[in-house]
């Protein structure tokens, strides 16, 4: 297949394909991680900025790593360390960046949408990192590969995603990419924090976590956005904990192949308890994992690396 996309801004605007092929090369990449000199010369010669304008550890760690494991030269910049302080216009700022030919830039924005823009006024490739609350597709396309990888196909599967929904990139960009691949998502929370309308997306709703937990072939658990809530969406944490937190006793009533994401921060014995975050069900770290193939896959498929591999 001829990897034709520019960038990746969101997961509405991959194929059911496209998705594949993605998750297909990270399988390739991901051996390159248990070699005892983790390095390939793929991307040597090719420059990746990282552009974070909000934090990070997963997300901005994993990008980095994922360029280096292939030889790429990698530059991070923050907002705090950058001439954004002193007044610089994001766009000005790509600009810039742009001027001393980087070949893909990767970056992470409050603002939704500020990637795409990007994407509109700038030649290089650019990665979008998490934009607002909006999307995060290379989150969503790692969550799909690390479901892949365990069920063996994602056709037909029920996936609950419970927590704060309403101020979720990480749940609008899978709901979007497991729908696509023929899972069934089914949203779970107070009502609060389900926005109206999101069944329009191809998800259902329901607002009592048992029953989304007792059907599910996998169980992803969100953080509450306290950054992003310009209200108080809910009473205490330890309330919180005790309606839609997964404990032991709720996931007692799951099924007994039931796999638990969560993709991170973990605020612990809020939306998830220490045991269940570190049980046997619990696949949060082969998520971190995977994350740095799906990310090699993805600076590799936007270098050309597909239509080269073509050539050949
Ligand atoms: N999953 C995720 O985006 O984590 P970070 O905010 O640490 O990058």
Known sequence: MQFAKRHILDMASLSADEIAFILDTAETMREISERPIKKVPTLRGKTIVLFFYEPSTRTRTSFDIAAKRLSADSISISASSSSIVKGETLIDTARNLEAMKPDVIVIRHSSSGAPHMLADMVNTSIINAGDGMHAHPSQALLDLMTVRRRKGNLDGLRIAIVGDI????????????????????????????????????????????????????????????????????????????????????????????????????????????????????????DQVTNGVALRMALFYLLSGGARNADDN
């Open 166 to 285: 309403t101020h979720s990139r990480v749940a609008r960009s899978n709901i979007i990419g497991f729908t696509k691949m023929g899972a069934h998502v089914a949203l779970a929370g107070p009502p609060t924090m389900i926005p109206k309308g999101i069944e329009s997306f191809g998800a259902s709703v329901t607002y009592n976590v048992d029953d989304a937990v007792r059907d599910a072939d996998v169980i992803m658990m969100l953080r509450i956005q306290k950054e992003r809530q310009k209200s108080f969406l809910f009473s205490t944490e330890r309330e919180y904990a005790k309606e839609y937190g997964l404990t032991k006793q709720r996931l007692e009533k799951s099924k007994p192949d039931v796999l638990i994401m969560h993709p991170g921060p973990v605020n612990r014995g809020v939306e998830i308890s220490p045991e269940v975050a570190d049980s046997s069900f619990s696949i949060i770290l």
